[in-house]
């Protein structure tokens, strides 16, 4: 089992930056792979980014040159650092670990172990 707690979501007016962070524990070798996903209301949870224990990223083609996914494998911590955010990047914001392939696919949301959480809003 493995256990993922996220904070850093909050409001932040259109253009502003935010930064997620996930801690890992329990059994993490057991996933080689650690990103977020989101899920916006009336809308299907979806890929956002991907890091491999090797630190291969890879990212959605909506994020891509805003976001960055980085982690620290001593602290078992993966940040998120959202930039310019838009309207349409308002959701929530769930992190992940899963095992084999960390690359983010267009309609692919499956994940071994979820967080609870976290809301991100942008406002115009």
């Known amino acids: 089992q493995v256990q993922l707690v996220e904070s850093g979501g909050g409001s932040v007016q259109a253009g502003g930056s935010l930064k997620l962070s996930c801690v890992a524990s329990g059994n993490t070798d057991s996933s080689d792979c650690m990103g977020w996903f989101r899920q916006a209301p009336g809308k299907e949870r979806e890929g956002v980014a991907g890091?491999?224990?090797?630190?291969?990223?890879s990212y959605a083609d909506s994020v891509k040159g805003r976001f960055t996914l980085s982690k620290d494998s001593a602290k078992n911590t993966v940040y998120l650092q959202m930039n310019s955010l838009i309207p349409e990047d308002t959701a929530m914001y769930y992190c992940?670990?899963?095992?084999?392939?960390?690359?983010?696919?267009?309609?692919?949301?499956?994940?071994?172990?979820w967080g609870q959480g976290t809301q991100v809003t942008v406002s115009s």
């Open positions: 890091i491999a224990t090797n630190g291969f990223t």
């Open positions: 992940a670990a899963w095992a084999l392939d960390c690359t983010v696919v267009p309609g692919w949301a499956s994940a071994d172990y």
